[in-house]
């Protein structure tokens, strides 16, 4: 063995033993930026990474076998998976597989995607080997260019809202009329598009996410509720209010979820799951 080559090595052994694995997450969190379009390659990795911004973003009428509601991921995932505290795609490449606690086990990327299209779609899952399953992780992983690899981004997930605050949800109900059904529908039931589709999505009934979802939950749906609606003026309700229309909202009915009910095998259910 070279001198070279083991003095390298004593150096990543020493890197190991001072960064244990379930500390990836520590570091400070990556500043939120979105790679601009120009960016995309040519040839066929900037080809994939094209399909897979237009299945985000007309999902249910590119993938009919795989959506069973009225819905496109950018419904949830807004802007394309490109806008904080949105659910975005910036950064998410580089933190999966990773351990998510209702599943209780190791999830991978291609598991993340397909959780959503059976639960927040209503629909069936991709083949992991499919040329759109490979194009959406090509999306996801353009996006996440230049961050480094188990890092947190800035504006991950839903955003917060203060847990402890009860819902009312009398008063959701109220709120949901005045600040809401514009868009969504005195009964949850979305605006249609008259070309196809939907201008505002539903937001319950047949035509909206299932129980399974991680929107079906009073305070995963408060926080993007807090930090996105009504569209345009995020941040304009408070947690209270957030929170008082999301238990109003969740509650309303939906799809069901056989498989659900696996969900939280291994303990920690949050209170206000549906299942």
């Given amino acids: 063995m070279s001198a070279s080559f083991r003095s390298s090595a004593i150096r990543i052994l020493m890197l190991l033993s001072v960064t244990p694995f379930g500390s990836v997450h520590a570091a400070e969190p990556a500043p939120f930026k979105v790679p601009a379009e120009s960016t995309i390659p040519s040839g066929p990795e900037g080809e994939a990474i094209k399909l897979g911004k237009a299945l985000i973003t007309d999902t249910r009428k590119l993938l009919p076998n795989n959506v069973g509601n009225g819905l496109n991921c950018t419904n949830c995932h807004i802007g394309a998976g490109t806008t904080a505290s949105a659910s975005p795609y910036v950064g998410l490449w580089g933190v999966f597989p990773e351990y998510r606690q209702r599943s209780g086990t190791i999830d991978s990327l291609q598991e993340r995607v397909n959780d959503c299209f059976q639960r927040s779609m209503n629909g ?50 109220q709120i949901y009329g005045e600040k809401c059904a514009s868009c969504h529908g005195t009964n949850g039931e979305g605006t249609r598009n008259p070309a196809g589709g939907y201008l505002f999505p539903p937001v319950w009934g047949n035509g909206s996410f299932n129980v399974g979802a991680g929107l079906a939950r009073t305070y995963t749906a408060a926080a993007f509720i807090k930090h996105n609606m009504p569209l345009g003026q995020g941040g304009s309700l408070s947690d209270q209010d957030a929170i008082d229309v999301a238990d109003f909202m969740t509650h309303q009915p939906r799809p069901a979820y056989a498989a659900a009910r696996n969900d ?10 549906r299942n």
């Fill in 124 to 173: 069936k899952a991709l083949a992991y080997d499919s040329k759109e399953m490979n194009a959406i992780l090509m999306y996801m992983q353009w996006l996440s260019r230049g961050i480094p690899v188990s890092t947190e981004v800035e504006g991950r997930g839903m955003g917060k809202v203060d847990t402890a605050l009860q819902p009312d949800r009398a008063r959701g109900k």
């Fill in 264 to 273: 939280y095998a291994k303990g920690d259910k949050p209170r206000d799951a």
